[in-house]
C-alpha cells in the first residue's frame, strides 16, 4: 500500500483546529500554560482533546502491534486500546495512513500473496481479473479516490450525526461495533480526533432491519442538501471490477432445471458458500481509511476492511467471488469424473 496520488484524502482549507495539536505535541517551545487553558476553555470538545493529548502524547502505544490472542472472547471494546491507538494517531499528527503503515499486519493484509494467489488461479480467470486481484491486495480499495474536501462540508456532517435508526437500538450497534473492532475491521481512536484531524471524516451510519435481522449500513450516498457532497461522489466506478453476481440466481435455477431433466430419478445435492464478511476482505489503501471514518458508541472508527454501503464494495470482491466460484467448478468437475471411473 504504496502511497499514490489516486489514493489520498485531506481537508482543502485548513484552520487551527487542525494544527492544534501538533502544537500541544511539544508545548514547551510553542505554548504556555496560559495558552493552553485558552484552547480548553474554547468548547467541551477542545478541552478533551487537550486532556487527551497531555495524558496521551508520550506514552509508549508499541504494545498494539502485539497479537491478540484472545479476540474472539471480547464482549466490549478495550478503552486501554482506545487510548493506545489515539496516543499512536497523535504520535502521526493525527495521519491515519502512517499509523497502518505503522500497525501494518492485518489492517493491510501484509499476509495476502498477490503473485501466489494470480498463479494458482490466473488459469481459471481472465486477465482482467488477475489485475483487479493485484491492485487490490497490493494497493487496496477502491481504485480512485483522489479527494480535497472543504472544511465546512465536512463539519455539517459531523453536526448531523447519524441516521435516528442507528440511535434507536444502542444494543445492535455496541455489538456490531465490538465484533468489527475484535475482527480488526477497523480501528478504534477517541471520538475528538475526526474533529481535528484534516486526514478523517465521518459518513452517517444508518441500521436495516430484515427479518428480525439487523445490519448497520454506512451511507455514503444520502444528501440532505443538493450541495452536499458525499463519499459516493468521489469513488469513482470508472476503473472498478465488473459486477456480474446478479446473474448468479438464474444460472443456478437453469442449472437445477437441466440437472432434473438430464437425471429425473437422482437426489440433486446443492452446495452453497457464504462467506462472512466477505466485503471486509478487501483492505482500504492506508491513506484514505481515515476518509471511510465513523462516529459510533462516542468513538471514531476507521475502517480497514471495506465497508457496506460504499459502491465499490461489491467491484472490490466480484474477482475474487468469481476466481471462488472457478476453483469450485473444478472440484465439481473432479468430483464428477471420479463418479465415473
Same mark, same amino acid.
Given at each position: 500500500?504504496?502511497?499514490?496520488?489516486?489514493?489520498?484524502?485531506?481537508?482543502?482549507?485548513?484552520?487551527?483546529?487542525?494544527?492544534?495539536?501538533?502544537?500541544?505535541?511539544?508545548?514547551?517551545?510553542?505554548?504556555?500554560?496560559?495558552? @493552553?487553558?485558552?484552547?480548553?476553555?474554547?468548547?467541551?470538545?477542545?478541552?478533551?482533546?487537550?486532556?487527551?493529548?497531555?495524558?496521551?502524547?508520550?506514552?509508549?502505544?508499541?504494545?498494539? *502491534?502485539?497479537?491478540?490472542?484472545?479476540?474472539?472472547?471480547?464482549?466490549?471494546?478495550?478503552?486501554?486500546?482506545?487510548?493506545?491507538?489515539?496516543? &499512536?494517531?497523535?504520535?502521526?499528527?493525527?495521519?491515519?495512513?502512517?499509523?497502518? !503503515?505503522?500497525? $501494518?499486519?492485518?489492517?493491510?493484509?501484509?499476509?495476502?500473496?498477490?503473485?501466489?494467489?494470480?498463479? $494458482? @488461479?490466473?488459469?481459471?480467470? =481472465?486477465?482482467?481479473?488477475?489485475?483487479?486481484? $493485484? !491492485?487490490?491486495?497490493?494497493?487496496? &480499495?477502491?481504485?480512485?479516490?483522489?479527494?480535497?474536501?472543504?472544511?465546512?462540508?465536512?463539519?455539517?456532517?459531523?453536526?448531523?450525526?447519524? #441516521? #435516528?435508526?442507528?440511535?434507536?437500538?444502542?444494543?445492535?450497534?455496541? *455489538?456490531?461495533?465490538? $465484533?468489527?473492532? *475484535?475482527?480488526?475491521?477497523?480501528?478504534?481512536?477517541?471520538?475528538?480526533?475526526?474533529?481535528?484531524?484534516?486526514?478523517?471524516?465521518?459518513?452517517?451510519?444508518?441500521? !436495516?432491519?430484515?427479518?428480525?435481522? +439487523?445490519?448497520?449500513?454506512?451511507?455514503?450516498?444520502?444528501?440532505?442538501?443538493?450541495?452536499?457532497? @458525499?463519499?459516493?461522489?468521489?469513488?469513482?466506478?470508472?476503473?472498478?471490477?465488473?459486477?456480474?453476481?446478479?446473474?448468479?440466481?438464474? &444460472?443456478?435455477?437453469?442449472?437445477?432445471?437441466?440437472?432434473?431433466?438430464?437425471?429425473? =430419478?437422482?437426489?440433486?445435492?446443492?452446495?452453497?458458500?457464504?462467506?462472512?464478511?466477505?466485503? &471486509?476482505?478487501?483492505?482500504?489503501?492506508?491513506?484514505? #481509511?481515515?476518509?471511510?471514518?465513523?462516529?459510533?458508541?462516542?468513538?471514531?472508527?476507521?475502517?480497514?476492511?471495506?465497508?457496506?454501503?460504499?459502491?465499490?464494495?461489491?467491484?472490490?470482491?466480484?474477482?475474487?467471488?468469481?476466481?471462488? *466460484?472457478?476453483?469450485?467448478?473444478?472440484?465439481?468437475?473432479?468430483? +464428477?469424473?471420479?463418479?465415473?471411473?
Amino acid at each position: 500500500m504504496k502511497p499514490s496520488r489516486n489514493l489520498q484524502y485531506r481537508v482543502k482549507d485548513l484552520r487551527f483546529d487542525n494544527i492544534v495539536v501538533f502544537l500541544l505535541k511539544d508545548q514547551a517551545s510553542y505554548l504556555s500554560d496560559d495558552d @493552553v487553558e485558552n484552547i480548553r476553555k474554547l468548547s467541551n470538545l477542545h478541552r478533551t482533546m487537550v486532556d487527551n493529548v497531555l495524558r496521551l502524547r508520550g506514552i509508549d502505544f508499541s504494545e498494539v *502491534k502485539l497479537p491478540r490472542y484472545d479476540y474472539a472472547d471480547q464482549t466490549e471494546i478495550s478503552q486501554e486500546r482506545v487510548d493506545l491507538m489515539t496516543a &499512536c494517531a497523535i504520535h502521526y499528527g493525527l495521519n491515519i495512513g502512517m499509523v497502518v !503503515r505503522f500497525l $501494518k499486519g492485518e489492517y493491510v493484509g501484509e499476509s495476502r500473496d498477490a503473485d501466489k494467489i494470480i498463479e $494458482k @488461479v490466473s488459469p481459471y480467470i =481472465d486477465e482482467v481479473d488477475c489485475e483487479h486481484i $493485484k !491492485r487490490i491486495i497490493n494497493q487496496g &480499495c477502491p481504485s480512485h479516490i483522489d479527494f480535497e474536501e472543504d472544511y465546512d462540508n465536512k463539519h455539517m456532517v459531523l453536526r448531523k450525526g447519524n #441516521q #435516528q435508526t442507528f440511535l434507536q437500538f444502542p444494543e445492535v450497534t455496541a *455489538k456490531a461495533m465490538n $465484533k468489527e473492532e *475484535k475482527f480488526s475491521h477497523v480501528i478504534a481512536y477517541r471520538k475528538w480526533l475526526v474533529y481535528f484531524s484534516p486526514y478523517c471524516r465521518a459518513t452517517l451510519q444508518g441500521i !436495516r432491519e430484515k427479518y428480525g435481522k +439487523y445490519r448497520v449500513i454506512f451511507d455514503a450516498s444520502t444528501q440532505s442538501c443538493p450541495h452536499e457532497i @458525499v463519499l459516493n461522489h468521489e469513488t469513482s466506478m470508472d476503473n472498478e471490477a465488473i459486477i456480474d453476481f446478479g446473474t448468479a440466481k438464474t &444460472c443456478l435455477l437453469t442449472n437445477i432445471y437441466n440437472w432434473r431433466i438430464s437425471f429425473p =430419478d437422482e437426489v440433486i445435492f446443492l452446495a452453497l458458500a457464504d462467506i462472512t464478511a466477505c466485503f &471486509c476482505f478487501a483492505r482500504l489503501a492506508a491513506d484514505i #481509511q481515515g476518509a471511510f471514518g465513523f462516529v459510533a458508541e462516542e468513538l471514531f472508527f476507521a475502517p480497514s476492511g471495506h465497508v457496506f454501503g460504499s459502491n465499490t464494495s461489491a467491484s472490490s470482491w466480484e474477482p475474487f467471488r468469481r476466481a471462488i *466460484k472457478a476453483l469450485i467448478f473444478i472440484v465439481e468437475l473432479i468430483y +464428477y469424473f471420479l463418479t465415473l471411473i
